[in-house]
């Protein structure tokens, strides 16, 4: 294929009208497409670093927001065992194990102490009711 320079200055280009190198459209169309376009590339590469940025401000809180989060969760389930763990403090390794109280009564109430039992003494028989005062009483 001739370069450009060499053509004749007579030459007019075949497929003006529809370019098979430019996907069928024709070549004034693309010519002035590009012309209008020309230097808007600056302002994508400026819309470009701007979201970059704020993607890396979004990026930065949600790392705050992430760190923030693992401590309230362990706040959290400290604040739950310490409530339901009781009070023990954690055996040495080489400490004996603790002593068990028994399962006696406490030492600030002295056996006997308490209300004496009654004692029966005589017992006796009573008639039982008649079914008609029993029928009477469901009423």
């Given amino acids: 294929m001739p370069r450009f320079s060499e053509l004749d200055h007579q030459f007019v280009c075949p497929h003006r009208q529809g370019c098979p190198y430019l996907e069928g459209l024709p070549a004034p169309v693309v010519w002035d497409r590009y012309q209008n376009l ?9 819309v470009i670093q701007e979201l970059t940025g704020q993607l890396d401000q979004q990026r930065r809180r949600n790392r705050e ?13 400290a604040l739950h065992q310490s409530q339901f763990k009781g009070r023990r403090h954690p055996l040495k390794p080489d400490s004996p194990p603790p002593r068990r109280r028994s399962a006696a009564l406490p030492k600030a109430i002295p056996p006997g102490s308490g209300p004496s039992p009654i004692m029966l003494t005589r ?9 008609a005062r029993c029928a009477r009483a469901r009423i």
């Fill in 123 to 131: 017992s006796s028989r009573l008639p039982l009711p008649s079914p």
């Fill in 38 to 46: 020309l230097g808007t590339e600056c302002h994508y590469e400026h």
């Fill in 65 to 77: 927001l992430e760190r923030e989060n693992q401590q309230l969760k362990a706040q959290l389930q």
